[in-house]
């Protein structure tokens, strides 16, 4: 283990944002005419780009899908944003590897927009190197592009230079995502990195491991104690 860049899903990681996000897909949903009174129905929609989403679960087609998205962040960029908290010892995690000189990064599917503006309500913008999410028009919504563009960034504030193939190898081997759903496993090893599933987010049973997870924690304390060892023969289960 003993990662240098250590790399952070926001929903379901770092903060608790299942009221916000599934009230505003409720919304959502609702403009179309579909009524879901169970918010437990629609955690599903955590994590994933929202477009797929709602072409997954509800059926809609893409152009549905993206009139759906609208309505989500009609509500969601004034309320649903701060219906949030931080995930209880969170800050203990931020603080301890920040102590220990990791390098610390945000890759989210969340538009980037809105993830930096929960960094900064939360005061965790401090934390954080680099904070890279989605772009609102659609672009960058996969998780191995966000990462990517997580190293790019890193990349030129260290003032390496041009982003070789070598520096950018030497990167992500002293790389580690963490993230609490399939997407965040998936998308880290589609960019060539380790990943690490957290059990305290919106993953369902057996999820993390299908996902194929390096390394799979319970709590927060795990977390820290996984991330700051030398060893990295513990803790995957």
Same mark, same amino acid.
């Given at each position: 283990?003993?990662?240098?860049? &250590? @790399?952070?899903?926001?929903?379901?990681?770092?903060?608790?944002?299942?009221?916000?996000?599934?009230?505003? !897909?409720?919304?959502?949903?609702?403009?179309?005419? &579909?009524?879901?009174?169970? @918010?437990?129905?629609?955690?599903?929609?955590? /994590?994933?780009?929202?477009?797929?989403?709602?072409?997954?679960?509800?059926?809609?087609?893409?152009?549905?899908?993206?009139?759906?998205?609208?309505?989500?962040?009609?509500?969601?960029?004034?309320? /649903? &944003?701060?219906?949030?908290?931080?995930?209880?010892?969170? &800050?203990?995690?931020?603080?301890?590897?920040?102590?220990?000189?990791?390098?610390?990064?945000?890759?989210?599917?969340?538009?980037?927009?809105?993830?930096?503006?929960?960094?900064?309500?939360?005061?965790?913008?401090?934390?954080?190197? !680099?904070?890279?999410?989605?772009?609102?028009?659609?672009?960058?919504?996969?998780?191995?592009?966000?990462?990517? *563009?997580?190293?790019?960034?890193?990349?030129?504030?260290?003032?390496?230079?041009?982003?070789? *193939?070598?520096?950018?190898?030497?990167?992500?081997?002293?790389?580690?995502?963490?993230?609490?759903?399939?997407?965040?496993?998936?998308?880290?090893?589609?960019?060539?990195?380790?990943?690490?599933?957290?059990?305290?987010?919106?993953?369902?049973?057996?999820?993390?491991?299908?996902?194929?997870?390096?390394?799979?924690?319970?709590?927060?304390?795990?977390?820290?104690?996984?991330?700051?060892?030398?060893?990295?023969?513990?803790?995957?289960?």
């Amino acid at each position: 283990m003993n990662k240098k860049y &250590i @790399l952070f899903d926001l929903d379901g990681t770092l903060t608790d944002t299942a009221e916000g996000i599934t009230k505003s !897909v409720q919304y959502a949903l609702e403009a179309q005419g &579909i009524k879901e009174e169970n @918010l437990d129905n629609l955690t599903c929609y955590i /994590g994933p780009p929202l477009d797929e989403s709602f072409q997954k679960f509800h059926g809609m087609t893409k152009e549905q899908a993206w009139e759906a998205v609208e309505k989500y962040r009609e509500r969601y960029k004034d309320t /649903g &944003i701060y219906e949030t908290s931080v995930i209880e010892g969170m &800050i203990f995690v931020l603080e301890t590897l920040k102590a220990a000189g990791k390098t610390l990064a945000l890759a989210t599917c969340k538009p980037e927009p809105f993830a930096l503006k929960i960094l900064e309500h939360f005061n965790l913008s401090k934390y954080f190197t !680099v904070a890279c999410g989605s772009n609102l028009d659609g672009t960058r919504k996969y998780k191995n592009e966000i990462i990517e *563009e997580v190293f790019a960034r890193l990349n030129r504030l260290e003032g390496n230079g041009e982003l070789t *193939e070598a520096v950018l190898d030497e990167m992500k081997a002293d790389s580690i995502m963490v993230g609490d759903r399939k997407d965040d496993i998936y998308g880290a090893h589609n960019a060539d990195i380790e990943a690490v599933g957290v059990r305290f987010g919106y993953a369902a049973d057996g999820e993390l491991e299908e996902a194929g997870a390096d390394y799979i924690v319970n709590t927060v304390f795990e977390l820290t104690a996984l991330l700051l060892m030398d060893d990295d023969s513990v803790l995957c289960d």
